[in-house]
């Protein structure tokens, strides 16, 4: 691990190089940089009316960072609440950070990666993303398998007048350091599942330790209600009804929902939460201002070691091993 990191650390400041700014791109057209609050858009899907508008209100709410996914199957609901958050809070695209992923089904060369990039343009009705990541370390053409090299290779020829930045998620260490030293481009940014019950603190370390950014996913725990799967024996008690939580919650007056969101941020995390509720969609957006001392740090980090949980692993679904190496698995 040790050597590997100093390799890297070599050419890591001038790892960007081959990627910038291989299209010229004007002062407008540039963008903010990675706001440490997202809004997510995983099962935002009431009706098409509800999913816009529940994006529109985020944006008008002050979220700065909508992450999408074609896999969610509503780019064009988001995209339409994109465009009336921007128009209501009088804001131009380059005002917000907008990331989306390329599903399973369009790994492989450049044609077909330029091809799942240029749906999910079209669906969102933008001319670029801030950020566009690799879903899975999976193929599913024919059959799932693990498959990373040639796709990320493929993600990196893509244009930078259509996406700013590249990166990945669902990534285990060995998978991170083979994509590293087979391409010698590191992601910009990892995204992964992260929650008191699923910390991964050496993990985000190794990352900072790369300039790697890294984005916490379901960082409300088992509070997605597809993490219920029936086989509850030894789960965790809701992560907004922890006693922990619930506590230091009263003590700071905020809500265990953003007791949880401030810890993320409070690690360097950029936080993606879904809600498709106006009212948490502003509480959840005020966890910015949810002040947590030392000691409530310290006690989330024992809730860590007290239960550990990851909720999502499509392992089995897929006969792919993933996150190998990691918590939780
Ligand atoms: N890269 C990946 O593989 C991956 C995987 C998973 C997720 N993600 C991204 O991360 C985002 C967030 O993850 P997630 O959707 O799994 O989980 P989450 O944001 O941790 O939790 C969402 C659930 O919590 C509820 N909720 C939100 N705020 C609340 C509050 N203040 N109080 C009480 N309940 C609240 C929501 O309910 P309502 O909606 O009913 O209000 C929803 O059921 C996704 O939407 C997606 O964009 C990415
Ligand atoms: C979306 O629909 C749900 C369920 O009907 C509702 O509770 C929620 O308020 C709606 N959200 C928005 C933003 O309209
Ligand atoms: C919208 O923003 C522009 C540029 O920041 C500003 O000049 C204009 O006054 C704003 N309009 C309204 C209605 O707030
Ligand atoms: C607690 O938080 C609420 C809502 O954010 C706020 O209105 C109130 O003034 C706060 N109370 C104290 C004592 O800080």
Redesign the pocket.
Known sequence: MKQFLLAILAFSNAGCSAFEFQTPITEAQRTISQPLLGFGTWNLK??PE?TS??VS?AIQTGYRQIDCAAAYRNEPAVGAGIADGLKKANLTRNQIWVTSKLWNDHHGDSTTVQAGLDQTLSDLGLEYLDLYLMHWPVSSVPNNHEEYISTWASMLTLPKSKVRHVGICNFSPTQLKTLITSTREKPYAHQMELHPYLQQSSWIKFHKQLGISVSAYSPLGNNNPIYHNGEEKDYPPALLENKILVKIAEKRNCTAAQVALAWGMSRGTSVILKS???EYIQENFNAAECTLKKSDLKKIEEVGEKWLKRYNNPSGAWKVDLFEGLDGV
Do not use: D, P
């Open positions: 009431v009706s509800n508008a529940a209100i498709k509720h106006e």
